[in-house]
């Protein structure tokens, strides 16, 4: 039986310069008998997405509703409107040094958080000033996709004055803001639907063929062992740093202090320290197609990252927060990098990193998998957005002690949260190991 050829297929359905729902079932059933003898590889996934976004490139219309005409030339002037106002305000207070005081009396999650949305609400005024200009033009395919970048930044503002202000009527206007650009990028272009559809469709048959081949998770050939998708690399990330601790405390009570018990986890919640975690997934980035290769070899490679890696974020933490969860000046070599890495930690990194790639990664593969994969993606979001905000809150809960321990006074809002439910004696019990000085940070 000759080959089906994909590609071919996938011009032709895209040769009026849209897609529809027939086209992206043409697609994906020829897809489908083609994997039968062979799985599509991620370049031909690329390829075939490549063709339908470069035939549909430029999909305009003559014609707009007049209600999308007024709202059109409406986001025009609201857009220029917001932004002049919004350097008018901003000039006087950077010029009068008001702004720089005003900064100096919060902490940096709070800074951050302030800056992030001022950013986001000009960047988020100059995509509607464009957008308003792709409409006129009937450019509703460029106007859609412009929208959908709006909609991230809209959600990140969102979070950001939820963090600042709570729920009041300046979040709901936001959300309703946010509820008209979905329905308008719905509206303007369901092609681009289509084509969202025609990827997780073609994403999805990967997943089912590789399933029952047994194959899943494996590297095309010549890519490496493994393929370094978000799944893999998500589900290193997370082995990564449950192994490392329990590594880590093993060492501690055997050889540290003998018998003694310190928590030495990394996130306000769950047993992980994501140093291990993000020093898996380097090493597996970097390691991936050298797996087979002398032993010693992978071995010195691990040595450096993780010695690297262990370097930068000692300093990290340092400057960020003024805390200290390690220091090595007494060990061999420890000097030379100012106590924040040794040729004997670098060394463990490196025995570990090596058992990781030689002998754990295959293992491992085959644990990830017994996550069904009808359900894999749905887990992994979960489990994703759950580490994802671990992070982020442990990071402001940090910046947020040492800004107590520096004599700050917590403003209502963020600090007050942080300072009620993660206050002093909370932190010095998650993170045992670890000492904040104030003065070591950037925060004097």
């Known amino acids: 039986m000759a080959e089906i050829d994909v590609l071919q297929v996938t011009r032709d359905a895209v040769n009026d310069g849209s897609l529809s729902e027939q086209d992206v079932e043409t697609i994906l059933a020829a897809a489908r008998e083609r994997s039968e003898e062979q799985p599509l590889t991620a370049k031909e996934r690329n390829e075939i997405m490549t063709i339908v ?19 059109s030339v409406l986001l025009i002037v609201a857009s220029l409107l917001g932004v ?34 001022t950013i986001c609400a000009f960047v988020s005024s100059a995509i509607s000033f464009f957008v308003g200009i792709r409409l006129i033009k009937g450019e509703r395919g460029s106007a859609s996709a412009l929208i959908n970048v709006n909609i991230g930044i809209s959600i990140v503002s969102l979070v950001c004055e939820f963090m600042l202000y709570g729920i009041g009527w300046v979040l709901l206007f936001n959300f309703a803001s946010l509820a008209v650009q979905i329905a308008l990028s719905a509206y303007l272009n369901p092609s681009l639907t289509n084509e969202g559809n025609l990827l997780s469709g073609l994403e999805s048959l990967d997943t089912e063929v590789h399933a029952k081949r047994g194959t899943l998770g494996l590297a095309d ?21 449950v192994v490392g601790l329990i590594v880590e405390i093993i060492f501690h009570m055997v050889v540290v202090e003998p018998g003694v018990y310190q928590d030495r986890a990394g996130l306000l919640w769950g047993p992980f320290s994501p140093i291990y975690g993000i020093g898996a997934v380097l090493m597996t980035m970097a390691l991936n197609r050298f797996k087979d290769r002398n032993i010693i070899f992978i071995f010195v490679v691990c040595t450096i990252i993780g010695g690297a890696f262990e370097y930068f974020v000692s300093w990290f933490m340092e400057i960020s927060f003024g805390a200290t969860a390690w220091d090595y000046s007494n060990e061999f070599l420890g000097d030379l990098f100012g106590g924040r890495t040794c040729l004997l930690f670098a060394s463990m990194f490196g025995f570990l990193g090596t058992v990781w790639i030689k002998l754990l990664l295959p293992i491992f593969l085959r644990l990830f998998n017994l996550i069904p994969w009808k359900l894999r993606s749905s887990v992994t979001l979960v489990c994703a957005t759950f580490m994802l905000v671990n992070c982020v809150m442990t990071l402001q809960a940090l910046d947020n002690w040492g800004a107590r321990k520096a004599g700050h006074v917590p403003q209502p809002g963020i600090e007050e949260f942080y300072a009620k439910n993660f206050n002093d004696e909370y932190m010095q019990n998650r993170f045992q190991s670890m000492t904040i000085d104030p003065n070591k940070s950037v925060r004097k």
Request: no cysteine; glycine share 10%; net charge positive.
């Open 221 to 241: 050939p010549g890519k490496g062992y493994i393929r370094l998708d978000f799944f893999n690399l998500f589900w290193t990330f997370m082995v990564g740093s």
């Open 53 to 71: 976004k470069d035939r549909m490139k430029g999909l305009t219309f003559d014609k707009l509703p007049t209600p999308l005409r007024v709202y």
């Open 84 to 117: 002049v106002a919004g350097i008018m305000a901003l000039l006087p207070m950077i010029n009068s040094g008001w702004l720089q005081e005003q900064l100096g009396k919060i902490t940096a999650t709070t800074a951050v958080v302030i800056i992030l949305a």
